[in-house]
């Protein structure tokens, strides 16, 4: 194994863990009764407020950014869309129906679908191993689950979880077709589609819920989310896909 693929991996490693904690943060904010997809677009809002000034400040990632060409404008926003407004909203969403693990156990089907599609439309092929990975996750999750007898609530939550897996899905591969190019940096990539989705987060979270009552406990837990496990992290994953394929990161 390369130190360039190491180095990946463990970076992928590191973020898995950051993003791992905030189940249980979000969990802790929604229970306050602070409303989903409002909570979402807040913490990706102001997460791209952090990595504004490392754009705007720096005269290279201004000349980046003023060269993106509108195909660029196109793939960025579409991975926005994808990653932050579908993937990000829909699983603040289920978290309010469904506890976390179970939650968790359901965007674990993520890499079947990556794994599938990534071969298709990536030409990236997994590996036996990685497989061996994929159908264990399948055993798993259908024990956890059976036999299902499942509260209509939960029920409600296990559709937009889905609807979350295929984004999460598409998110990877799409994730993956930007950065593999090495053409953009990680930093302008994190920073343009997390604009976007974070935008369009805010916009149906604030018309169809509001903003509700925040406490400063509330704040705390945005605050957090949005600078270490969002700018930072979501920043370091973008450089692992340079190396991973596809499927290593799901």
């Not at 677009?41 to 504004?52: D, E, Q, S, T």
């Not at 003023?66 to 289920?94: C, E, K, P």
């Not at 302008?188 to 819920?209: A, D, P």
């Not at 605050?223 to 394929?245: G, S």
Request: charged share 10%.
């Amino acid at each position: 194994m390369s130190s360039s693929r190491l180095k990946a991996i463990l970076q992928a490693v590191f973020v898995t863990v950051l993003w791992a904690s905030s189940w249980v943060l979000i969990k802790i904010a929604l229970r306050n009764s602070l409303p989903a997809v409002t909570f979402a677009g807040l913490r990706y809002g102001l997460a791209w407020l952090c990595l504004a000034p490392f754009i705007l400040f720096k005269r290279e990632y201004r000349l980046e950014l003023a060269r993106l060409s509108r195909a660029d404008w196109l793939r960025l926003g579409a991975l926005g869309l994808v990653f932050y407004t579908l993937t990000q909203g829909s699983q603040f969403l289920g978290l309010a129906y469904l506890p976390a693990t179970m939650l968790n156990l359901l965007l674990n089907l993520t890499p079947i679908v990556v794994g599938i599609a990534g071969i298709i439309f990536l030409n990236d092929h997994p590996t036996p191993m990685q497989w061996f990975g994929i159908g264990l996750t399948m055993v798993g999750v259908g024990l956890y689950f059976l036999p299902i007898s499942l509260p209509q609530t939960q029920v409600t939550g296990i559709i937009v979880a889905l609807v979350g897996v295929l984004a999460n899905a598409g998110s990877s591969l799409l994730g993956r077709a930007i950065n593999r190019s090495g053409t953009l940096s990680p930093l302008l990539v994190t920073f343009v589609s997390m604009g976007i989705g974070s935008s369009l987060l805010l916009v149906i979270g604030t018309t169809t819920q509001g903003f509700g009552s925040i406490a400063w406990k509330d704040w705390v837990i945005i605050i957090w989310l949005a600078v270490i496990n969002t700018a930072f992290a979501f920043t370091l994953w973008n450089q692992t896909l340079r190396t991973l394929t596809a499927v290593s990161q799901v």
